[in-house]
């Protein structure tokens, strides 16, 4: 194999490595949200939140 052809098999593989994570990361973005990240309760909403449906626990 010549030192191009491994090149362009580095640079190729490089590549696809980056190109999986993209597309590997905006599946995760779309699926987990981070909308709801941003919102602080205050102690006193945290105290009256559901954690848990009353019918599961």
Known sequence: M???MM???LIAFIFAIF????V???FLIKAFDSREADIVDTPEEALE???FADDVH
């Open 19 to 22: 190109a999986f994570g993209g």
């Open 49 to 51: 939140k559901k954690v």
């Open 2 to 4: 010549s030192v191009a």
């Open 7 to 9: 090149w362009f098999v």
């Open 24 to 26: 590997l990361m905006m």
